[in-house]
Every structure is written in structure tokens, then in C-alpha cells.
């Protein structure tokens, strides 16, 4: 699932594209991508994209009249950006939005069809798709501290749970915790001061280098293999390969649809994480799949 650095990304490319430019036309393929019905979706075609905003994991297109287009791409939606009236692909394709300078595409490889969007009016719709969690980039630390310990979860479902922070998912937390050198199953309840502060600092400097890793990658260019995992990524998605920071192998815990991976001598103290008691404790404090979770918050 594109996350908070993934989703900038995004922003980063559509923005000389579409900003100022008049959405035409919406060709829509599946009839369960859009999921409202009023405003209709004739609403904003023929309008001119005002601006471009992030809510989460969601891309906002800004239209005049407090008009908004909230595009969620859920586990495997992705743009693409062709020429004016490219066809929807088969299969793959969920819809078109022609611009008057290209077209946008949003594609969902897989059977299972989960992106969506939504059309609404007034700023009071649009933060009805605002889960509550703070932005990480934008909150000061005793922000990030109170959001943190309202509940006491483990850091990793802390992490990526959108009620507490915002746009952080299960690669990014991996990246983050590796960074902050704290285990994913500490209890927030069990921080001291000194480890709130170092997760602050490593969410902030992690979520900031990778937006500029991508953007740096994509230069120009509209991003076409945006995913969750990352070849420079020193955590996720490196499971028994050497740590960058200790050399020693990326170990990783697996529960149902999700996979943690993480640094035993560099988070846990050398302990490996994979006893009944962790399983209890996963079973208890994470969703079955981080989809599910999101697909909980849209409903």
C-alpha cells in the first residue's frame, strides 16, 4: 500500500500536471470504485483542479465550489499517467481521468477491488475521511508524545494505526523502528522520555528521507513503480539479509497477513520474536491484516 512518502510522491508528480488544468472527463470501468453518489460525479468534470491535498493515505483533488475528488488507493491501486484519451486497461483498469494536457489512470492489479472514490462538498464531508490521526511531519513532540500514549498498544500497531498517526503503514514503520532501535512489540505505556523523543526523531528524519529518495528517483518523469517495498529500504522486506546498521541478519515475525520485520540486536536485545506469548500479544493488539484495518475505517 503507498504510504505517507509514497502518496507525496504522488502529489509531487500530479502537481504540474493537473493543478490549473480542467478535468474534462471521468471514464469509469468498475462499478465499485465510486462510493457516493451526491454530489454526482458530472460535478467535477468540466472544472478546473484547484489544488492537490494529502488526508492520510488519500489524494484530494480541490475543485472550486468546495468540491473535492478523495481518491483512496487502498493495497494495490496505482496512477498512471498517460496521454489525453488513453484507454482504460483490461482487466487491471479501474478508471480515466482526462485532463486537458494527459490522463490519469488508476489501475488495481489482483481480484479483490478496494480503491475508492469519493466525490463530496464542503470541508466538513472531506474531514469526515480524516481518521484523527496527527500528521507526523507537522506535530511538535509533545503532540506526537500524547497521540503516542493515549492507548497502550504496541509500537507497531501504534505506528500504523491512522487514529494515531497519519499515513504511516507497515514498510515505513519497519524503516522507523529499525531507526529508533526499539522493538515493535514495547508497549507505548513502556517508553521512557528518552525513547518517545528517538521515536519522534526517527519518524520525522525516516518519513522525510524517503520522500526525497523517491522524488529524487522519479526526477521529472510521472513515478511508475510506486510499492510498499523499496531495494534501499534496510528493514522491510529483508528478511535475513544484513542489518546496515550491525551487520547482523533481518529477522521477521509473521501473523496472519502481515509481516514485521526488524533487527534482534539492534531493537530487541538480541531476543528473537517468535514465542506463543508473542503470538498471544499480536492476536491481541493487530488487526488480522493491515487491509482489514483499513477496510474497517472506510466503512
Excluded at 83 to 103: C, E, L, N, R, Y
Excluded at 142 to 163: H, I, Q, V, Y
Excluded at 236 to 243: E, L
Aim: charged share 30%; net charge positive; with cysteine.
Amino acid at each position: 500500500m503507498p504510504e505517507l512518502p509514497e502518496i507525496e510522491l504522488y502529489l509531487h508528480a500530479l502537481e504540474p500536471r493537473v493543478v490549473d488544468r480542467t478535468l474534462e472527463r471521468v471514464r469509469i470501468r468498475s462499478p465499485l470504485l465510486l462510493r457516493t453518489y451526491d454530489p454526482p460525479l458530472r460535478e467535477i468534470e468540466g472544472r478546473t483542479v484547484r489544488g492537490l491535498r494529502r488526508i492520510g493515505k488519500r489524494i484530494v483533488f480541490a475543485f472550486d465550489d468546495a468540491l473535492f475528488a478523495v481518491v483512496h488507493l487502498m493495497i494495490a491501486g496505482r496512477l498512471q499517467w498517460k496521454p489525453t484519451g488513453a484507454s482504460i486497461p483490461g482487466k487491471v483498469g479501474q478508471a480515466a481521468f482526462d485532463f486537458d494536457g494527459g490522463t490519469l489512470l488508476l489501475v488495481e492489479p489482483g481480484t479483490k477491488k478496494r480503491a475508492s472514490l469519493h466525490i463530496v462538498r464542503g470541508e466538513a464531508a472531506l474531514a469526515g475521511h480524516d481518521r484523527g490521526g496527527i500528521e507526523p511531519l507537522d506535530a511538535d513532540l509533545p503532540a506526537f508524545r500524547d497521540a503516542l500514549l493515549r492507548e497502550n498498544r504496541t509500537l507497531k500497531r501504534a505506528l500504523t494505526d491512522p487514529r494515531i498517526l497519519s499515513g504511516i503503514g507497515n514498510a515505513h514503520s519497519d524503516e522507523i523502528l529499525l531507526e529508533a532501535k526499539l522493538s515493535p512489540i514495547k508497549r507505548t505505556h513502556r517508553l521512557t522520555e528518552q525513547e518517545v523523543e528517538r521515536l519522534y526523531g526517527a519518524t520525522r528524519r525516516s518519513l522525510r528521507e524517503w520522500i526525497g529518495i523517491l522524488r529524487d528517483e522519479a526526477g521529472e518523469t510521472f513515478p511508475t513503480k510506486v510499492t510498499a517495498f523499496h531495494p534501499r529500504m534496510a528493514a522491510h522486506g529483508k528478511y535475513g539479509q544484513p542489518c546496515p546498521q550491525c551487520g547482523a541478519p533481518i529477522q521477521r515475525i509473521v501473523y496472519a497477513a502481515n509481516e514485521t520485520n526488524y533487527c534482534a540486536v539492534c531493537q530487541t536485545g538480541g531476543k528473537l520474536l517468535a514465542d506463543r506469548a508473542l503470538s498471544r500479544l499480536l492476536g491481541q493488539d493487530w488487526p488480522r491484516s493491515l487491509e482489514e484495518l483499513e477496510e474497517r475505517l472506510e466503512g
